[in-house]
């Protein structure tokens, strides 16, 4: 646990080196205020409608950009340190190879949970301070928001390390971040709704679409934070009402679609030569 902690230390300390701290809090922060003031302007009152509008919101948000800071900032953790010369001399300690996945995923999504919580935190206390109608029912959800938005950073943190250590370089392993983060935040969806369109009703049954939408960690996490009067305000509102799935089986599939990618990721750079 110690080895782990120490590797965590050192990533933490890199991401601050190399402002990634201070980038990924500021962008969020900045973000969600505006989003926060923006988005509960048609009401006619600041914070009004007890946080669904500012759940919908940021919760739009962070589906594009948190897997992509999560790509960015994992996509080349392993072949990065390889092409620097670095991951040798990690090597070189008495320590094994899974001890220095977990490490890294342990420092970089402590970096991702800070910003998530600074970031969206500032947007809440600013909400907090308008005096806002309504607000004490919408906290629940707003924490649900945060604490699902670090765990959607997770499961692309350990998909970048997937792809880490099965890409070659780090000009590869940025390309194939960037496919994968396209794939899962645009395409799969625009692939399915057309699906649906398509199929009218016909083969797609209720038990299918569950599974569809389980396919794709950025699908489980909007229905997990479109639930109550969030969902009513929502573009996936109609999806959240004919899904089956409830908020456990959406939270357990983004723990799986985490500890799958980091198991595979430890089992191929066990494999893989220095």
Do not use: C
């Not at 977990?102 to 809440?124: C, D, E, M, R, S």
């Not at 499961?155 to 070659?168: E, K, N, P, R, T």
């Not at 357990?252 to 066990?270: E, K, N, Y």
């Amino acid at each position: 646990m110690r080895t782990i902690l120490v590797i965590a230390r050192k990533e933490i300390q890199e991401g601050l080196r190399n402002r990634w701290v201070l980038a990924t809090t500021l962008l969020l922060a900045t973000l969600a205020l505006t989003l926060t003031f923006l988005g509960s302007a048609p009401t006619g009152n600041v914070g009004a409608s007890a946080l669904d509008v500012v759940v919908v919101s940021l919760s739009s948000l962070s589906v594009f950009l948190v897997p992509l800071i999560a790509l960015l900032i994992s996509h080349d953790a392993i072949v990065g340190e390889a092409e620097r010369g670095t991951l040798l001399l990690l090597l070189s300690y008495p320590l094994a190879r899974w001890q220095v996945i977990v490490g890294k995923f342990v420092g970089h999504l402590a970096i991702l949970a800070f910003a998530t919580l600074v970031g969206y935190g500032a947007a809440a206390l600013a909400l907090a301070a308008t005096g806002g109608s309504g607000l004490a029912a919408g906290w629940p959800a707003f924490a649900r928001l945060i604490g699902s938005s670090v765990l959607l950073g997770a499961v692309f943190v350990a998909i970048g390390y997937l792809v880490s250590v099965l890409a070659g370089e780090r000009g590869t392993a940025g390309g194939i971040a960037v496919g994968v983060w396209l794939v899962f935040v645009l395409v799969y969806d625009t692939a399915l709704l057309g699906l649906l369109v398509a199929d009218q009703g016909r083969t797609v049954t209720a038990g299918l679409l569950d599974a569809l939408l389980l396919l794709n960690p950025t699908d489980a996490y909007r229905l997990v934070n479109l639930g109550g009067g969030a969902g009513a305000i929502s573009g996936m509102g109609g999806m959240a009402e004919v899904a089956s799935l409830g908020a456990p089986a959406l939270l357990a599939a983004l723990l799986l679609w985490t500890v799958l990618p980091l198991a595979a990721a430890m089992l191929v750079f066990s494999r893989r030569e220095a």
